[in-house]
């Protein structure tokens, strides 16, 4: 289709947007190009797909201004700073900081209500010990979660469910996911920055978000837990699926991270165009690497801020490439094709 037709952004009916904390800095510019230029060529509606900082990305998208909610977001996501050892609520109220600086005052609204962008918020709700406040069964049921996700991945119902927070009056039928029992919960603007919150909230590291109204009552956390960078299988809609990303590869669960044999590759996916930076690319970032949250206790504060600006600059070149791609006469020039 993109050699026939060329990029045009009607030929995608879904954007997804993947777990991964500091690494979404790498994406910024190249997100500023989709949110701010390409997509908005387009005029049919789009399901937008996020976890955790997925959905965050996402939510730059459905506002008035795109690029201006991505500049406050990554304005305020650069310069935030902790102490030695902060616990789970200083994280937590810095992370609602960041936050409210992306959404402004009309950014809920214009989220919850937008005509075109079809916004979908994966959060894992906790049963029973994991949607504990006490470290000690919070840490149990983490424990067994990675186990019984050893032996098979669906065994991670038994501790999280999938709820998805939508936009609209109900979520796009495409993305009626059945590898897990999922709950669809209808987003208002009072409960929209929370359950972007609850969606970005690792265990022990934030607090979570407890019983958002309207959904299943309980504790939310980070929708990375089960759909770290999805499993695509799920997916049943009939354009293709636009998945700018860190990595050539997808992790489905965050748990998955540490089996290298549930890592998959792209071979079996025929409707999914991703973008992502090369490793020749990545080699040329401060340290050779995209940012990560290790850098939070490997580097001093003034440190992480400078390498993460630095990367920041040279993602530009990211941007530019897909610019160059869309524009240009190859649709497909430097693209890998998988079959």
């Not at 956390?221 to 354009?239: A, C, K, P, T, V």
Request: aromatic share 8%; net charge neutral; charged share 20%.
């Amino acid at each position: 289709m993109l050699r026939d037709q060329g990029w045009h952004p009607d030929h995608f009916s879904l954007l997804l947007g993947a777990s991964g904390g500091p690494k979404w800095l790498v994406l910024g510019q190249l997100d500023r190009v989709l949110f701010g230029d390409f997509l908005q060529r387009g005029e049919e509606p789009m399901s937008l797909l996020g976890s955790s900082i997925g959905s965050w990305r996402h939510a730059c998208l459905a506002q008035a201004d795109p690029v201006a909610a991505l500049d406050r977001f990554q304005s305020a996501y650069l310069e935030q700073a902790y102490s030695a050892r902060p616990p789970p609520s200083e994280i937590s109220a810095a992370s609602a900081h960041i936050l409210a600086q992306l959404l402004g005052a009309e950014g809920a609204a214009a989220l919850s209500d937008h005509p075109r962008w079809r916004t979908h918020i994966v959060t894992a709700r906790g049963r029973g010990p994991a949607g504990a406040r006490q470290p000690a069964l919070l840490g149990a049921a983490m424990g067994a979660a990675a186990l019984g996700n050893t032996v098979h991945r669906r065994l991670l119902g038994a501790g999280f469910q999938r709820v998805v927070f939508h936009s609209g009056e109900r979520p796009a039928p495409q993305l009626s996911m059945t590898d897990f029992r999922t709950a669809y919960t209808r987003l208002r603007p009072p409960t929209v920055p929370l359950a972007l919150q609850a969606s970005g909230s690792i265990p022990f590291v934030l607090a979570g978000e407890r019983n958002i109204g309207g959904a299943p009552p309980g504790h939310y956390w980070d929708g990375g837990i089960i759909d770290y960078h999805f499993d695509l299988r799920q997916y049943r809609g009939e354009g293709l699926v636009l998945y700018p990303h860190f990595r050539p590869d997808l992790t489905a669960g965050w748990f998955d991270k540490f089996l290298p044999w549930r890592r998959s590759g792209l071979e079996n996916l025929d409707d999914l165009v991703l973008l992502c930076p090369s490793p020749q690319f990545v080699a040329t970032l401060p340290g050779g690497k995209i940012p990560d949250r290790r850098d939070f206790t490997r580097l001093s504060t003034a440190q992480r801020v400078a390498v993460w600006r630095e990367c920041v600059a040279r993602s530009e070149a990211l941007a530019e490439a897909f610019q160059a791609l869309i524009d240009g006469p190859d649709p497909l020039a430097g693209a890998t094709l998988l079959s």
